[in-house]
């Protein structure tokens, strides 16, 4: 069992769930079967950032990029998704854990939609845990959307360029009102950012596993966890500035 500092947990935990598709090869079985075992690593993850008090967890379920993938394998997605949703909206609501979504949900399929905004209503009080699911993502879309809600205020003259701050900024990303992550995990090897929370990274701790999405379990949760703690998070800091040791 990994040791934690449960004082100083992460309040914001992102995750790029990668390597289903890898898992199900090497298991000779079809890359749908991996997501199929990549909704219980999503179930078990969700299960122990609520236990162990992380307040928000964003998982990177389906970018915008991944709609290119054959048909069959994005239906089964889709199909996956909502079948979730339905099993575990009362599990949410008894957890106290809130649902919400970023991304282009209305590019989703209708009946797909509808679940994700039953669910959201019906974990709407919840505030235990935000549950964010990036569904139809993309960081670049999320910031061309941004920027094309700050140019139409403009235009009713609704806001001034030297107004345009970093905070007013983040307010106008489909992520408003969360805070930025403090660790962002990536399964399967690969050091890559894949166009997620391009803005809200800038200073997140970056933490990536060989482990494939479907093996990754609460102990692997905790492992990066307890490496995350081992840092020292420093913001553009110098280290004596931190610790009140300013020379
Ligand atoms: C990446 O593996 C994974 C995805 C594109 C989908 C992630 C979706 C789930 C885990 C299931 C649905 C989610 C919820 C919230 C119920 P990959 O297929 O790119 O793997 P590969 O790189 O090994 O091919």
Same mark, same amino acid.
């Given at each position: 069992?990994?040791?934690?500092?449960?004082?100083k947990?992460?309040?914001?935990?992102a995750?790029?769930?990668d390597g289903?598709g890898?898992?199900?090869?090497k298991?000779l079985?079809?890359?749908?079967s991996?997501h199929?075992?990549g909704?219980?690593?999503? +179930? /078990?993850v969700i299960?122990?950032c #609520?236990?162990?008090?992380?307040?928000? %967890?964003? $998982?990177y379920?389906?970018?915008i990029?991944?709609w290119?993938?054959?048909?069959?394998?994005?239906?089964?997605l889709m199909g996956?998704?909502?079948e979730?949703?339905?099993k575990?909206?009362?599990?949410?609501?008894?957890n106290?854990i809130r649902?919400?979504?970023?991304g282009?949900?209305?590019?989703l399929?209708?009946?797909?939609?509808?679940?994700? +905004? /039953?669910?959201?209503?019906?974990? #709407?009080?919840?505030?235990?845990?935000? %549950?964010? $699911?990036a569904l139809?993502y993309?960081g670049?879309?999320?910031?061309?959307?941004a920027?094309?809600g700050?140019l139409?205020?403009f235009?009713?003259?609704?806001?001034k360029?030297e107004?345009i701050?970093?905070q007013?900024f983040s307010?106008?990303?489909?992520?408003r009102?969360i805070?930025?992550p403090?660790?962002l995990?990536r399964?399967?090897?690969?050091?890559?950012?894949?166009?997620?929370?391009l803005?809200?990274i800038?200073y997140?701790?970056l933490?990536?596993t060989d482990?494939?999405?479907?093996?990754?379990?609460?102990q692997e949760l905790?492992k990066?966890i307890?490496d995350?703690?081992?840092?020292?998070?420093?913001?553009g800091?110098?280290s004596?500035?931190?610790n009140?040791?300013?020379?």
């Amino acid at each position: 069992m990994e040791d934690i500092d449960k004082e100083k947990l992460p309040h914001h935990i992102a995750i790029i769930m990668d390597g289903n598709g890898r898992w199900a090869k090497k298991k000779l079985l079809n890359r749908i079967s991996g997501h199929v075992k990549g909704v219980n690593a999503v +179930r /078990e993850v969700i299960t122990a950032c #609520r236990e162990l008090g992380i307040k928000v %967890l964003t $998982l990177y379920a389906f970018s915008i990029e991944n709609w290119k993938r054959p048909a069959e394998e994005v239906d089964a997605l889709m199909g996956l998704l909502k079948e979730y949703l339905q099993k575990e909206c009362e599990e949410m609501v008894q957890n106290n854990i809130r649902l919400n979504v970023i991304g282009r949900i209305e590019d989703l399929p209708p009946d797909v939609q509808t679940t994700l +905004r /039953e669910t959201m209503e019906k974990t #709407r009080q919840d505030d235990g845990m935000i %549950l964010n $699911l990036a569904l139809s993502y993309g960081g670049r879309s999320e910031i061309l959307h941004a920027v094309q809600g700050i140019l139409a205020d403009f235009q009713r003259g609704k806001v001034k360029p030297e107004e345009i701050t970093v905070q007013r900024f983040s307010q106008c990303l489909w992520t408003r009102g969360i805070p930025d992550p403090d660790l962002l995990i990536r399964t399967s090897g690969e050091f890559r950012i894949s166009n997620f929370l391009l803005w809200q990274i800038a200073y997140t701790e970056l933490y990536v596993t060989d482990t494939l999405w479907p093996d990754f379990d609460r102990q692997e949760l905790l492992k990066a966890i307890a490496d995350y703690q081992s840092r020292e998070r420093r913001f553009g800091l110098t280290s004596e500035q931190l610790n009140g040791r300013e020379e």
